[in-house]
């Protein structure tokens, strides 16, 4: 089994920056895909990145494109979550998960094929 924490939640003002990490431990940990969701109040789960296990490919969801960037240190089992611009909508509960399976896949955005999931870190953009 894996096990995922995520950190670097926290309050910023629109346009800041905040970095969220993923520290992942377990079984063969670095083979498979991890992910980004973001779920707020009301609405559903959502994808916002995904880091290939193979490759380290990568993928965004259209609304953080330009803004979010997904990365890995394999060394410290780690995926982070550089987010840049941050805006108000972008207020959410943000959670790292874990698919067994090597790559990412553009869908279902909601995670459905993600076996693994941390507790969530909020983070909130106000002025």
């Known amino acids: 089994q894996l096990q995922l924490v995520e950190s670097g939640g926290g309050l910023v003002q629109p346009g800041g920056s905040l970095r969220l990490s993923c520290a992942v431990s377990?079984?063969?940990?670095?083979?498979?895909?991890i992910g980004w969701f973001r779920q707020a109040p009301g609405k559903e789960r959502e994808r916002v990145s995904c880091?290939?296990?193979?490759?380290?490919?990568?993928i965004y969801a259209d609304s953080v494109k330009g803004r979010f960037t997904i990365s890995r240190d394999n060394a410290k089992h780690t995926v982070y979550l550089q987010m840049n611009s941050l805006k108000p909508e972008d207020t959410s509960v943000y959670y790292c998960?874990?698919?067994?399976?090597?790559?990412?896949?553009?869908?279902?955005?909601?995670?459905?094929?993600?076996?693994?999931w941390g507790q969530g870190t909020q983070v909130t953009v106000s002025s």
């Open positions: 377990g079984l063969t940990s670095e083979y498979y895909a």
């Open positions: 998960a874990a698919a067994l399976h090597y790559y990412c896949y553009a869908y279902p955005i909601g995670g459905d094929d993600y076996d693994y």
């Open positions: 880091i290939s296990s193979s490759d380290g490919s990568t």
